[in-house]
């Protein structure tokens, strides 16, 4: 290991943060207070390690000094009823941590995260916090909104952990797809904000998508038995093999059809593909597995030059069953456009509630494509505007003002 | 709730405005004009001309002072702002997202006193 004190600080607090946070919460159900314990206890390591050098097992060595901070912090706090319980629940916890992973505490803490009393809308950004050890900051850029009004969500679902005595415990078998698909949901919104950054311009957002693979691969270790946990993962791969493909030397964007493969990972893409098979060994196909396979669709359509749109489209009438969402439909309807012609992708996306697309550009960008496809130039144009007028992402930007611009100059050279 | 976007560009923003309406930067700031006109939220906005165009005063004790040019010598300036109809801060930081000089610039986002306005306009009964 390396011996530089604040290296090992810092690897420590990047590997071990979720799962001592878990560890010194389990008994008193107060994350805030051991979170306030645990960055006593870094902050005391960055004073005494160079000094007096490494201790052998350094995350024994934060466990016992937050949890000494724990139980001095409870014994200060007489008013408060509950501290002598808090000190018994401390002191009752096994003092030898050494060498076991706790991985089960973890997989707890991620359960808590995601328990039904919390706001679904703060599961994610409260396992970015508490599991992962991000600041407030840093996840709410990813889920844009200020700093202030982030930190001000996570603690109220702190509180509601302590408040509501919410069960420390991985739920029983019935309740499990339940919280399952919670904490799934919840890993992707954390891949997907890491995702929409493109190429990675902003390397904390990128943390984010590897931090949501990690966390993926941990469920699986937990329940090897849950196939949309496998699919789930096997989609974060399948993205995460093409992120260096997806942007052109100069920043621009580039779309899957003209990636180059040869900047694919493709031993990301095989770990992905035996990851789906495996999972559809169980044959109970979820939303994971099928936005996996779309994936291996596409990814097998531009290796050979030669894409299976009519699967494509049965893959996404699949979604739209499991759960009709904008982003599934406005899928089989652009997969029907390539597989059946422009006319019957243009119906389908007529047949959606324009109250639900009017600030969804994915709908914007692939009317614009049909309409141009099927000559309509003029609509095109202002498809293309809207589409351009939603957009976030610089380099999008520039691809769909280019391929409006190509669209007028089509319409100029037919008149 | 009334929110507003203060556009801040940096020198290079200002160099690349141009007078081809079909400038890529035109195209998509007319882009964005017409999703926020579509989507029912604009309420006004204003471009202003470069910093270096216009002049700051000031009464001192009586004493006028003028100087030439923006009241703070940053590297960004602001060079627009857009009010907005929004339920939120967080729906407004999405649109500022949107907003082609955020990939360059910056946009700060703020709310709109309503409280100080209706004293100031004397609705506040």
């Known amino acids: 290991m390396d011996d530089d004190p604040r290296r090992v600080v810092e690897h420590v607090a990047r590997d071990s943060y979720g799962r001592l946070v878990a560890y010194l919460s389990a008994r008193t159900h107060d994350v805030a207070a051991a979170e306030d314990a645990l960055a006593d206890a870094f902050v005391a390591a960055l004073r005494t390690w160079p000094r007096d050098g490494l201790p052998n097992n350094p995350e024994a060595w934060l466990f016992t000094a937050a949890r000494r901070r724990l139980i001095d912090q409870a014994r200060h706090e007489r008013t408060r009823a509950d501290a002598a319980q808090t000190i018994r629940l401390l002191v009752r916890q096994e003092d030898d941590v050494s060498d076991s992973v706790f991985p089960d505490e973890r997989l707890k803490l991620l359960f808590v995260c995601a328990h039904p009393e919390i706001d679904a809308a703060v599961h994610t950004p409260l396992m970015l916090q508490v599991v992962l050890g991000l600041d407030a900051a840093t996840i709410g850029s990813a889920f844009l909104t200020s700093p202030a009004a982030m930190g001000q969500r996570l603690s109220r679902a702190k509180a509601r952990i302590r408040e509501a005595d919410v069960a420390f415990e991985i739920p029983d078998r019935q309740e499990l797809p339940a919280r399952l698909d919670a904490v799934l949901d919840a890993i992707y919104a954390a891949y997907g904000s890491g995702w929409d950054d493109l190429a990675g311009a902003d390397p904390r957002r990128r943390g984010l998508a590897q931090e949501a693979i990690w966390l993926a691969r941990m469920v699986l270790q937990l329940l090897p038995d849950e196939p949309e946990a496998r699919g789930l993962l096997a989609l974060m791969l399948y993205c995460e093999a093409r992120r260096v493909a997806r942007r052109a030397a100069g920043g621009d964007y580039v779309p899957m059809s003209e990636q180059d493969t040869s900047l694919w990972d493709a031993p990301m893409i095989d770990e992905a593909e035996s990851m789906l098979h495996a999972a559809a060994a169980a044959q109970r196909v979820g939303r994971f597995q099928l936005e996996a396979a779309l994936q291996s669709a596409h990814i097998e359509g531009a290796r050979h030059g030669r894409t299976d749109w009519q699967g494509i489209a049965a893959l996404y009438e699949g979604l739209v069953r499991t759960a009709p969402t904008i982003g599934a439909l406005v899928g089989r309807a652009a997969a029907l456009g390539e597989a059946r012609g422009p006319v019957t992708g243009l119906a389908e996306l007529d047949a959606i509630d324009p109250q639900i697309v009017k600030t969804y550009q994915p709908f914007w960008a692939v009317r614009a494509h049909l309409l141009a496809e099927a000559g309509r130039s003029r609509e095109a144009a202002d498809a293309f505007d809207r589409a351009i007028g939603l957009t976030e992402d610089g380099a999008t930007r520039q691809f769909l003002l280019r391929r409006r611009q190509q669209t007028e100059r089509a319409d100029l050279n037919r008149h | ?125």
């Open chain 2, 1 to 125: 709730m009334r929110y507003m976007m203060l556009i801040y560009e940096t020198p290079d923003d200002f160099r690349a405005r141009s007078n081809d309406r079909n400038h890529p930067m035109i195209a998509a700031w007319r882009a964005y004009y017409k999703a926020m006109v579509d989507a029912g939220i604009y309420v006004s906005g204003a471009p202003l001309e470069a910093p270096a165009t216009g002049a700051t005063v000031r009464v001192n004790a009586g004493k006028r002072q003028v100087q030439d040019g923006p009241y703070a010598d940053t590297k960004e300036q602001l060079g627009g702002q857009i009010i907005l109809e929004l339920p939120s801060l967080d729906a407004a930081l999405d649109w500022a997202a949107r907003c082609p000089t955020a990939s360059t610039g910056a946009i700060e986002v703020r709310a709109v006193s309503d409280e100080v306005r209706a004293m100031v306009e004397g609705t506040d009964g």
